[in-house]
Structures are given as structure tokens and as C-alpha cells.
């Protein structure tokens, strides 16, 4: 679908259809008497280029958790009243893709957990 609606020149990349993915869902809402077959075609390509952001994102967190070599832990109390940390758990060894420092620091400054 999205190679159909760049082959018609009205869109230059996929953020365009993106964007009028919007639009359209918008519409729909505002004037559900207006919708026509192609805004349905347009909204579709909008859910399934948000759904691969989504996606992709998720892989890059992912990766970049296991990178900074964070694992689960959980606490046990000793003696002393003192928490003990143990592993419960190896992280998968994985990593779908690598990301550079600059996007690690963003990452870290951003969700504060690198």
C-alpha cells in the first residue's frame, strides 16, 4: 500500500501519508458523513507506520537496557536488616541493534536509567 501511494507522486515519503493518515482520522471524527474509501486506505497506512515506530522503538530500548547491563533483582532480608540484592535473571544476550553513545546518553537523560 504505502509503495501505491508514493507511486502517485501526491506524497513524498511516508511521513506524508502519515500525516494525512491524521488528518483523515481527524475527519472521520468531525465529519463521519465525509469519509470516503481512500481515507480509509490512508488511515490505514497511518496505523501500520505507527505500529512499526512503536515497534522499532521498543527494540532499541531494549537493546539499549541490555546494554547498560541492567538486570532484575530482587531483595532478601539478612541479618543485619540490610537488603541483599540477587540476580533472578540473565538478560538475553541479543541485541537486535546497537546504538551509539549519543543515543544512550539521550536515552539516559530522557527515561533516567542509564
Known sequence: ??????????YATE?????????????????PDNVKDWDNRIQECARITADNVLERMQT???????????VAVAGAVTDADEPEETDVGMAPPEAVEELSEEVDDFLSDFFGYL
Open 15 to 31: 511521513s506524508d501519508i502519515f500525516r494525512e493518515g491524521i488528518k483523515s482520522l481527524y475527519r472521520e471524527k468531525t465529519e
Open 60 to 70: 532499541m530500548l531494549d537493546a539499549t537496557v541490555r546494554k547498560g547491563g541492567l
Open 1 to 10: 500500500m504505502f509503495e501505491y501511494l508514493l507511486a502517485t507522486s501526491d
